[in-house]
């Protein structure tokens, strides 16, 4: 089993910055991808940035130039650096691994952005 818990969302105004962090821990030697989702009330969750073992990234269009995903392997920790935000980008943002082919998700945090 892996623990997935997440930290620094918060409210921010338009244009402003925050840094999301997710910990892994339990059996997280393994663990290959990590990655941010996000949903809203009545959507489905979607894919904010993900990145392997070795740092390669993906990340959403409507992120790319505002966003990065980074990762310590050492810590088993991913951090999501949310710069220029938006109104559009309030959600809660969960934080995902994989391991082994199983999938774990964190709690969630919630990241509002004010306009």
């Known amino acids: 089993q892996v623990q997935l818990v997440e930290s620094g969302g918060g409210l921010v105004q338009t244009g402003g910055s925050l840094r999301l962090s997710c910990a892994a821990s339990?059996?997280?030697?393994?663990?290959?991808?990590m990655g941010w989702y996000r949903q809203t009330p009545g959507k489905q969750r979607e894919l904010v940035a993900f990145?392997?073992?070795?740092?390669?990234?993906n990340l959403a269009d409507f992120v790319k130039g505002r966003f990065t995903i980074s990762r310590d392997n050492a810590e088993n920790t991913v951090y999501l650096q949310m710069n220029n935000l938006k109104p559009e980008d309030t959600a809660v943002y969960f934080c995902?691994?994989?391991?082994?082919?199983?999938?774990?998700w964190g709690q969630g945090t919630q990241v509002t952005v004010s306009s």
């Open positions: 995902n691994a994989l391991r082994w082919g199983l999938e774990y």
């Open positions: 339990g059996s997280a030697s393994g663990i290959s991808g």
């Open positions: 990145i392997d073992r070795i740092g390669t990234t």
